[in-house]
């Protein structure tokens, strides 16, 4: 332990106080008590060289500023002038709890430091070291064991070297553990784990009682005479240290030249950005929903196609590649091993990204209702649509300028913002454009909007998300104000924009209405007067089936309604159950059942024919498909599943149209474990749950593997604990060692 910290100074007394407070109260850590110490004494020291008096109220930012440069000029890295801060900070609002004045913790600064990666073994990677140790040594038979225990268990180094024999039930393969904090925990071993375990230790002959200790230096019988012949020390100084453990991982990765500088940390990280999830009264984006404790989630019962609640039991994040994939109208954004669904002759089955051609067709979702939570007037909510559509928030001139060709428009919006907002705007004629602009001024309005992100360029713009995840009625309002300034005013409904985020997120809350909007991507090139070409991407939303075009004129309350009409090309929806047809009508012929084809042209006016390969049947095909079959006495299975996705009314088949690889192979991607409908609806996709790496990779959840980790803080964790033990124990045994298979 370092030396104590020179008392003979109020800073230095109460410093002595605070380190006690940390290991009697707090039960830190000796190593934390012990860095804590080295700082603090550090600072002290230094004062005493300055000269300056030490009392409480002599901690100010010169004197910290002062210490800053000094702590600089000693060589230190960024890292490590960090916690000497941290430290200082520490006992400065140790002080504040104990009522004493002194500066606040706050005025120090953490210097910047680079981020830190997170590095990730693949299984290939794992497997190779897993295998690096010789098995022809005790050494190697050891290393061997600690390498498959710490990938089993997933326990830190120093717990790992802190395991003694007594605790470890070998043939439950399972034993308790008291981690970091203080926090006890149940691990699990798996079964090839617990061999080369048990392998080691009958090896070995002796009787020490730490599990792993090492193999080299005086013998027993000279170390027991040195110290006296006292079991436990013996014990002891035969056990393994971190160090030993750390320097022994080393070598193996040296050995086997992986390209990751592994640590024993490093195979505590299995662990995946995504895209706009449905929850049960919200829509959130998959990065928040990793980062926050979001569990009640919407998945689709898939036998009659409704929405029901589930909860998302497991959280992953890796890095990946990812693609881009459009269908229908609809763009998830997602890695190659992403899981979707589609449909072959055994029903709806999950397919992975990577498998998918153009011309497949993925599970969608026709509408996800939600109460939502009220936050605005809907006629308020419309304002921010219009605004956000074709209006400037300056916080400079504490106000909004919106601009409109039609004066009608704008004097429709002055009666909301006086009604609502009881101030007074004006109107006038923009004098460099044939357009008139509305001027209102409101630093409480310009507040709120820059609060909810009604900022930005327009290319970065976004659906504020408590507006997002509103009442009916405020999407309602939000969704007119948005077309009163970006919609169409003639023909079929659709509104524009440069940000396919924005648009992306109206397109979920239209699902919330049960419209379906196919959103369009188009490079635009413009010509400029000097004769240079400006490219940029341009989106449109646009609503194409007739039914979804009636349902948006009846509900959205546009100024723009005059002009709309429902010429939608279409009324009926493709489901591709051709490889469900196919495989009945062999049936049928298989077992003499004739004259199929010749009652589906006679009695329904089809060529059942077509209908067994490429052409995909609309719903009113399908219904006679079934009635014939059932006239032929059919009785199989498939029949069934044939009725069950064309009873599904909520589900619907979004054909792929473009399948885009992104350019960079890093991205940070996020993945989820939902229980019980093992999927959920991302961006209007229905999408499986699906993990990477080994438990995860297996399809585990991520919360028991985290209580198996040990971890606690939720906000670099996710950790869970109300999993119990045999629930864990469950878990390792049916999914541990089986995610390359």
């Known amino acids: 332990m370092s030396a104590p910290i020179s008392n003979n100074t109020e800073i230095g007394k109460k410093a002595e106080e605070f380190l006690e407070y940390l290991q009697v109260e707090r039960g830190s850590s000796p190593l934390t008590i012990r860095n804590y110490r080295h700082y603090l004494s550090r600072f002290n020291n230094w004062l005493e060289s300055q000269n300056i008096r030490q009392t409480l109220k002599d901690i100010n930012q010169d004197i910290v500023r002062g210490y800053r440069v000094y702590l600089a000029n000693l060589g230190l890295g960024r890292n490590t002038q960090g916690y000497h801060a941290i430290a200082l900070r520490s006992f400065l609002k140790w002080l504040i709890k104990n009522d004493y004045s002194v500066m606040a913790p706050d005025k120090i600064d953490l210097p910047k430091v680079t981020d830190r990666q997170v590095k990730f073994l693949?299984?290939?990677?794992?497997?190779?070291?897993?295998?690096?140790?010789?098995?022809?040594?005790?050494?190697?038979?050891?290393?061997?064991?600690?390498?498959?225990?710490?990938?089993?268990?997933?326990?830190?180094?120093?717990?790992?070297?802190?395991?003694?024999?007594?605790?470890?039930?070998?043939?439950?393969?399972?034993?308790?553990i008291i981690g970091k904090g203080g926090k006890a925990r149940v691990v699990f071993l798996s079964t090839r784990a617990s061999e080369w375990l048990k392998k080691y230790l009958e090896e070995r002959g002796d009787k020490y009682n730490p599990v792993f200790i090492?193999?080299?230096?005086?013998?027993?019988?000279?170390?027991?005479?040195?110290?006296?012949?006292?079991?436990?020390?013996?014990?002891?100084?035969?056990?393994?240290?971190?160090?030993?453990?750390?320097?022994?991982?080393?070598?193996?990765?040296?050995?086997?030249?992986?390209?990751?500088?592994?640590?024993?940390?490093?195979?505590?990280?299995?662990?995946?950005?995504?895209?706009?999830?449905?929850?049960?009264?919200?829509?959130?984006?998959?990065?928040?929903?990793y980062y926050t404790k979001s569990e009640d989630v919407y998945g689709v019962n898939f036998k009659d196609g409704e929405v029901v609640k589930a909860k998302i039991i497991g959280k992953e994040q890796h890095i990946s590649n990812q693609y881009s994939l459009w269908a229908d109208g609809y763009e998830i954004i997602c890695s190659g091993g992403h899981r979707l669904f589609t449909l072959d002759?055994?029903?709806?089955?999950?397919?992975?990204?990577?498998?998918?051609?153009?011309?497949?067709?993925?599970?969608?979702?026709?509408?996800?209702?939600?109460?939502?939570t009220k936050l605005l007037y809907p006629e308020i909510s419309r304002l921010v649509g219009y605004v956000l559509g074709d209006g400037v928030v300056s916080k400079a001139r504490r106000g909004v300028i919106i601009h409109d060709k039609d004066i009608k428009n704008l004097e429709f919006y002055q009666k909301i913002i006086k009604k609502y907002l009881k101030s007074e705007t004006r109107i006038e004629k923009n004098p460099k454009t044939n357009s008139f602009r509305l001027n209102f001024y409101s630093e409480q309005f310009v507040d709120f909007l820059q609060g909810v992100g009604v900022v930005g360029l327009s290319k970065n713009k976004r659906v504020p998300p408590q507006i997002l995840n509103s009442t009916e009625e405020e999407i309602i309002g939000f969704i007119?104000?948005?077309?009163?300034?970006?919609?169409?005013?003639?023909?079929?409904?659709?509104?524009?924009?440069?940000?396919?985020?924005?648009?992306?997120?109206?397109?979920?809350?239209?699902?919330?209405?049960?419209?379906?909007?196919?959103?369009?991507?188009?490079?635009?090139?413009?010509?400029?007067?000097?004769?240079s070409i400006f490219r940029h991407m341009f989106y449109t939303l646009q609503i194409i089936g007739k039914i979804d075009q009636k349902l948006f004129i009846k509900i959205i309350p546009t100024l723009k309604l005059k002009g709309l009409k429902d010429s939608g090309v279409w009324e009926d929806e493709k489901i591709p159950v051709q490889p469900i047809l196919k495989a009945i009508f062999k049936?049928?012929?298989?077992?003499?059942?004739?004259?199929f084809r010749y009652a589906m042209q006679t009695n329904e006016g089809i060529k059942s024919g077509r209908y067994f390969e490429q052409m995909v049947p609309l719903r009113t095909t399908i219904i006679k498909f079934i009635r014939q079959i059932e006239k032929f006495g059919y009785k199989d299975?498939?029949?069934?599943?044939?009725?069950d996705i064309y009873n599904a009314k909520n589900l619907k088949w979004l054909k792929v149209k473009k399948i885009k690889k992104l350019?960079?192979?890093?991205?940070?991607?996020?993945?989820?474990?939902?229980?019980?409908?093992?999927?959920?609806?991302?961006?209007?996709?229905?999408?499986?749950?699906?993990?990477?790496?080994?438990?995860?990779?297996?399809?585990?959840?991520?919360?028991?593997?985290?209580?198996?980790?040990?971890?606690?803080?939720?906000?670099?964790?996710?950790?869970?604990?109300?999993?119990?033990?045999?629930?864990?124990?469950?878990?390792?045994?049916?999914?541990?060692?089986?995610?390359?298979?």
Request: hydrophobic share 35%.
């Open 637 to 643: 299975r498939k029949l069934q599943i044939l009725k």
């Open 122 to 176: 693949t299984g290939e990677m794992v497997d190779r070291l897993l295998n690096a140790p010789s098995l022809s040594t005790i050494q190697g038979k050891r290393d061997k064991a600690i390498l498959e225990v710490l990938f089993s268990t997933g326990l830190r180094v120093s717990e790992l070297t802190s395991l003694n024999r007594d605790k470890i039930d070998l043939d439950r393969r399972e034993f308790g």
């Open 480 to 531: 007119a104000g948005f077309y009163d300034a970006e919609g169409n005013s003639n023909d079929a409904p659709r509104v524009f924009s440069s940000s396919k985020n924005l648009l992306k997120d109206i397109q979920m809350m239209l699902l919330r209405l049960g419209i379906d909007a196919h959103l369009l991507e188009r490079d635009r090139r413009v010509i400029l007067p000097q004769g």
């Open 663 to 741: 350019p960079f192979n890093r991205y940070s991607v996020f993945d989820f474990t939902v229980s019980p409908t093992a999927n959920l609806i991302t961006d209007g996709i229905v999408s499986h749950n699906s993990f990477a790496t080994d438990l995860l990779m297996a399809g585990a959840d991520i919360r028991s593997v985290q209580e198996m980790l040990g971890h606690k803080n939720i906000s670099t964790t996710q950790i869970y604990t109300h999993v119990t033990n045999r629930q864990l124990r469950d878990v390792h045994s049916a999914f541990h060692g089986k995610g390359g298979k």
């Open 587 to 595: 049936d049928l012929e298989k077992n003499g059942k004739v004259g």
């Open 345 to 372: 002759e055994k029903g709806i089955k999950e397919v992975l990204l990577k498998d998918l051609s153009i011309g497949d067709y993925i599970l969608g979702i026709k509408k996800v209702s939600f109460i939502g």
């Open 214 to 289: 090492h193999h080299q230096g005086p013998p027993a019988s000279a170390l027991s005479a040195a110290i006296g012949g006292q079991g436990k020390t013996i014990d002891e100084s035969m056990r393994l240290t971190p160090r030993s453990v750390q320097r022994m991982l080393k070598k193996y990765v040296r050995k086997i030249k992986l390209p990751v500088d592994a640590t024993p940390h490093v195979l505590r990280h299995c662990l995946h950005p995504d895209t706009r999830i449905f929850l049960n009264n919200s829509i959130n984006s998959a990065r928040d929903i």
